[in-house]
């Protein structure tokens, strides 16, 4: 059964795939619409078998093809204002609104509209569709899929990541470290401040510290034209104690590093570490010595930067003849990609302003021009 791109933009909305739940029924139904076309996909599970990447190639098994990679999660809707049904796709003023169409499964949603196309045009060389789970928490499912993907595909030439570029060519995206500390004090009565080690103004201490670092990081400007154009570190919750007369025990917060391509998130995490360990554990230490201070990683994606020579980048321009530079402030799978030793370029439909708001939405003009740039790519691949 064949759809056009509009159609299936609507049927992958149609999953509420947030990330916090499953994306399998999203998965499978790609399965079974590959496997009516007479492709074969092949599933990544996460450890308990909720989630699943998917790979497929569509043409012959020869080196030189090109991925068309794009994450299924998307963000949460919870307490945004929507005037329509967040999972159902609803076109207004030559917009098509609903959870997705910009980040980002119409990008997806036109590369698998199109393959029967991709089949009956002889590809000489292959698409590999690549869809991953959680890249809105940290591009957990990517890797594993990726690591599939060298040891079991014919080496690709390029990898072309479909996340909202407005049909700009991205060679570069900081990178992300997301780290949890937490504060371990000694309860005691809130009038006996002397007896007790308040893990939340302990805490306060720290944010207010993580804050100086960040302020210094401002000043460290890349030549990339990142908005902003420096490594920024900023605590996104915190929480901690148990009411205001009790000295509280235990506050947690988590914070992240989003770092230029030139930067090294460690280096700010170690300089954290350091200053815990000679400025703040000393004097809770004095009062109780079981008093701790924890910090450790939830998860990482590497930067991606520009590549020189790079396949991907040339095939981008090529098609859209755009030859500025562009780099995204937000991470994606793009530098796990790079770091597996794949060339690869940003480039998709839809704008990131749109991102993870209410009433999100992209325009069909930018379907237009990605379906024409998908065409392109097929007739590359074909000669």
């Not at 790979?55 to 299924?72: D, F, I, K, R």
């Not at 049909?167 to 990178?175: I, S």
């Not at 988590?254 to 280096?267: A, G, K, L, T």
């Not at 937000?330 to 370029?345: D, H, I, K, M, N």
Request: proline content about 6%; some cysteine.
């Amino acid at each position: 059964m064949t759809h056009s791109p509009r159609e299936m933009i609507e049927i992958l909305v149609g999953f509420p795939t947030v990330s916090r739940d499953s994306n399998l029924d999203l998965i499978h139904f790609v399965r079974d619409y590959l496997a009516g076309c007479g492709v074969e996909s092949r599933l990544v599970p996460n450890e308990d078998a909720t989630k699943a990447n998917l790979y497929a190639t569509v043409g012959p098994g020869a080196e030189g093809g090109v991925v068309l990679s794009g994450h299924t999660d998307v963000v949460p809707i919870d307490g945004q204002p929507w005037d329509t049904d967040p999972f159902e796709v609803v076109e207004r003023d030559g917009r098509l609104y609903g959870r997705g169409t910009a980040d980002m499964k119409s990008f997806s949603a036109i590369a698998l509209a199109l393959v029967p196309d991709m089949l009956a045009r002889g590809l000489k060389r292959p698409i590999h569709l690549a869809l991953s789970y959680d890249e809105e928490v940290g591009c957990l499912g990517a890797p594993a899929m990726i690591e599939r993907i060298a040891a079991e595909v014919p080496r690709p030439a390029a990898v072309i990541v479909g996340e909202p570029t407005s049909m700009k060519v991205m060679t570069a995206h900081k990178g992300i470290t997301v780290m949890e500390t937490t504060v371990t004090g000694h309860e005691a009565h809130s009038s006996q401040t002397h007896r007790g080690v308040s893990a939340v103004m302990a805490a306060a201490r720290l944010v207010s510290k993580l804050d100086e670092m960040a302020r210094v990081e401002a000043g460290n400007t890349s030549a990339l034209p990142f908005e902003p154009p420096f490594t920024t570190i900023h605590v996104g919750t915190i929480d901690g104690g148990t009411a205001a007369n009790i000295i509280s025990r235990r506050c947690r917060f988590v914070w992240d590093i989003r770092h230029i391509p030139e930067d090294d998130p460690m280096i700010h995490v170690d300089r954290f570490n350091a200053w815990c360990e000679s400025e703040v554990l000393p004097g809770m230490r004095s009062v109780a010595p079981e008093a701790g201070i924890e910090t450790r990683m939830l998860n990482r994606a590497p930067a991606f930067g520009p590549e020189e020579s790079g396949e991907a980048e040339r095939i981008a321009r090529a098609i859209t003849g755009d030859n500025a530079v562009h780099a995204a402030a937000y991470a994606a799978e793009a530098g796990q990609f790079q770091e597996a030793g794949f060339s690869t370029v940003i480039c998709g439909p839809g704008s990131i302003d749109q991102a993870h708001q209410p009433n999100e939405f992209i325009e069909l003009d930018q379907i237009g021009q990605c379906e024409r740039f998908l065409r392109r790519l097929m007739d590359d691949l074909s000669r």
